[in-house]
């Protein structure tokens, strides 16, 4: 088993639609969390750090499940500026070697 | 946006030939990260760095040395470049999180296009 999986899609919506990604790991004790967002030959870049407590910022919503062990991202309103691929990110407790899931392709249209 | 400088960001070699990138921080932030992309693979961790003369193996190293005399730079060495190492290299950097127990965000550079023929 893969210590970060995510879907790989590609999750095709309208414009405005409500887009939600889920990403698993597989080490419980894992510390850090994070989405990032990866735009077409680019350099990933920080969308949100993941807080226990769930975190919101502006249309998008990171919530963090410790017993089920996932992280989620959640996208209201999409935009067509939204289209990239968004990577999760986790860190372990005293470690310095983060995981990196393969993405979550979105691609909103039209 | 994080001083984080990647050179080359392009470059064309041929078959057996040494090449050397190059990653460069201006946040003396202490770790740093050399990864490889590919289609189908994600990114995948070559060698970090948790400090000065301080590296180690990530999951795809063979093939690959790393440097890191000075805390704001971190060189990556193909020392006879084969097809299979064409990728888009990404170097990143990081520094402990507020709770001091795990990493914080990584910050990374704008890549590196390798193609060897």
């Known amino acids: 088993r893969k210590e970060v999986e995510q879907d790989p899609g590609p999750f095709n919506v309208p414009e405005g639609a409500t887009v939600a990604f889920n990403c698993t790991y597989s080490?419980?004790?894992?510390?850090?969390f994070f989405w990032y967002r990866q735009d077409c030959r680019k350099e990933p870049k920080l969308l949100m750090s993941?807080?226990?407590s769930g975190n919101e910022d502006g249309r998008f919503t990171a919530q963090l499940n410790r017993a089920s062990q996932y992280i989620s991202l959640l996208i209201r309103d999409s935009k067509l500026s939204d289209s990239a691929t968004y990577l999760c990110?986790?860190?372990?407790?005293?470690?310095?070697?983060?995981?990196f899931g393969r993405g979550t392709s979105l691609i909103v249209h039209p | 946006d994080a001083g984080i400088t990647q050179s080359p960001r392009h470059k064309v070699t041929e078959t057996g030939t040494p090449v050397t990138l190059r990653c460069h921080q201006t946040?003396?932030?202490?770790?740093m990260y050399w990864y490889r992309q590919d289609p189908g693979h994600g990114l995948r961790l070559i060698h970090y760095?948790?400090?000065?003369?301080?590296?180690d193996k990530g999951e795809v190293s063979d093939g690959y040395s790393v440097s890191r005399s000075k805390t704001e730079d971190f060189l990556l060495t193909l020392e006879s470049a084969t097809s299979s190492q064409t990728s888009v290299y990404f170097c990143?950097?990081?520094?402990?999180?507020?709770?001091?127990?795990?990493?914080?965000?990584?910050?990374f550079g704008e890549g590196s296009r390798l193609t060897v023929l």
């Open positions: 990143a950097i990081s520094e402990n999180a507020p709770s001091g127990r795990a990493i914080g965000e990584l910050f």
């Open positions: 080490n419980s004790a894992s510390q850090s």
């Open positions: 993941v807080y226990s």
């Open positions: 990110v986790v860190s372990p407790q005293g470690g310095y070697i983060p995981t």
């Open positions: 946040e003396n932030h202490r770790y």
């Open positions: 760095s948790y400090g000065v003369k301080d590296t």
